[in-house]
């Protein structure tokens, strides 16, 4: 039972660039979320999903993109890099409310 | 959207009990109080969900007066390992998960 797991673990982009980051899970929740955490900032939320072919803004959904084609999997896109998205990004998938299980993050630096 | 307010950093030493307390004066009828904790290149982790006054599990406790504006997460006997991250977290089940992790408490205990 692997949970949460993230792919892939670091990545280089130059700007202008596209990746998509994938999320999966094998705990069959509903619930998945896209975060991004700044050096010593909290977690903010991109986007979310509460079933399988939803997706919802978060805080910060700008320059993002989503899709849960399958309920086990979350994807996040970014079409065109820019340097203000060098972050960490993390994956989580939860029941409901805010017991949620966290991946263990993708490094993304943009230059 | 309930704010959460909460102290940037806190000094402990080993085998003493931490008491960390989150403000939020708007928290509505239907939110509830959950705490999170999160070690440096790690997502975080659920530590402990409440609603009103005290819930304990074997990791933490958290007390929750009467009139909800507060909460604080009490955490026995700390050891180096407990040296983290803490967010504060309220929101309800509802179904617009848009909810904001502050950028919590770092714990540092001392040998």
């Known amino acids: 039972n692997a949970g949460v797991t993230q792919t892939p673990k670091f990545r280089v982009l130059k700007t202008g660039q596209s990746m998509t980051l994938l999320c999966a899970q094998d705990m069959n929740h509903e619930y998945m979320y896209w975060y991004r955490q700044d050096p010593g900032m909290g977690l903010r939320l991109i986007h979310y999903?509460?079933?399988?072919?939803?997706?919802a803004k978060g805080e910060v959904p700008d320059g993002y993109n989503v899709s849960r084609l399958k309920k086990q999997n979350f994807l996040l896109g970014l079409e065109s890099a820019a340097p203000s998205q060098t972050s960490v990004y993390f994956c989580?998938?939860?029941?409901?409310?805010?017991?949620?299980?966290f991946g263990p993050g993708t490094r993304l630096t943009v230059t | 959207l309930a704010k959460t307010t909460q102290p940037i950093s806190m000094d402990s030493y080993e085998g003493q009990e931490v008491n960390i307390t989150c403000s939020h004066n708007?928290?509505?009828?239907?939110?509830?109080i959950t705490w999170y904790q999160q070690f440096p290149s790690q997502g975080p982790r659920f530590i402990i969900q409440?609603?009103?006054t005290k819930v304990t599990n074997e990791v933490a406790s958290l007390f929750i007066p009467a009139d909800r504006k507060s909460s604080t997460l009490s955490l026995p006997r700390v050891s180096l390992s407990d040296t983290a991250v803490y967010y504060c977290?309220?929101?309800?089940?509802?179904?617009?998960?848009?909810?904001?992790f502050g950028p919590g408490t770092r714990l540092s205990v001392l040998p």
């Open positions: 409440g609603y009103k």
């Open positions: 708007n928290i509505a009828t239907n939110d509830y």
């Open positions: 999903s509460v079933g399988e072919g939803t997706t």
């Open positions: 977290l309220v929101g309800s089940y509802n179904y617009g998960q848009n909810f904001v």
């Open positions: 989580a998938a939860g029941l409901a409310g805010y017991e949620q299980y």
